[in-house]
């Protein structure tokens, strides 16, 4: 995943035609936020001679569908539209972190983040039913979070059964509560979930992230 930043330059009428177009635009907005691609958008203020929007995704695709799509482009309100990667190095949701260098040359341990270990298991008939609701229900839905940088979701046989192992990358505690509420150590288990797995843990553990090599989550 990466961020990329769409720009708008609007037209010499864009202010005078912008009521005619806005609801279809904004409703288009929207969806794209509730899919978890579009971040923030809005107008350049003091004056409004332009407007920019953060996308998440694989590849600037995402932002370039919006904008051919955008009833403030297919009309004409906007002139000139363009795309540029944005490499984000600081905040909860940067997506290549850079920490400060301190001594030897590692950041802090809590500045890695915490990782937040899950397991669950289910019947080999059952298995797939847990996996789909966990990749296409649970994990789109976290990634919209703030803090959130990333999950994993290992599986193993068993016996007859299949043990799934759930790991999640958070930026701090505080991240993780807003996923998980007040008690972060209590298990977070939808009745989806819940009707797929044949037995799992009620509680999760947490650790620090003390060193992170290779390729992030």
């Known amino acids: 995943m990466k961020h990329y930043l769409l720009f708008y330059e609007p037209a010499a009428d864009y202010l005078a035609r912008r009521p005619e177009f806005r609801q279809q635009h904004l409703a288009k907005a929207w969806q794209a936020s509730q899919r978890g691609e579009l971040l923030l958008g809005g107008a350049l203020a003091d004056p409004i001679d332009g407007a920019v929007l953060l996308f998440k995704g694989e590849s600037q695709g995402v932002a370039e569908d919006f904008a051919k799509a955008d009833p403030y482009v297919t009309s004409g309100l906007v002139k000139r539209w363009y795309v540029r990667e944005w490499t984000t190095v600081a905040g909860d949701q940067a997506m290549t972190p850079v920490y400060p260098d301190t001594i030897a040359g590692n950041a802090p341990a809590a500045s890695r983040g915490i990782l937040r270990l899950w397991r669950g298991r289910a019947t080999a008939a059952k298995a797939g039913d847990y996996a789909r609701h966990a990749t296409e229900t649970v994990f789109p839905e976290i990634q919209r979070l703030p803090g959130h940088r990333g999950a994993y979701l290992l599986r193993r046989s068993v016996g007859n059964g ?56």
Do not use: N
């Open 162 to 217: 299949i043990e799934f192992l759930v790991l999640t990358l958070w930026s701090s505690m505080d991240a993780v509560r807003k996923f998980a509420g007040p008690d972060p150590e209590k298990a977070v288990v939808e009745p989806a979930a819940r009707a797929a797995l044949s037995d799992f843990e009620e509680t999760v553990a947490h650790y620090e992230v003390v060193v992170r090599t290779g390729e992030a989550v």
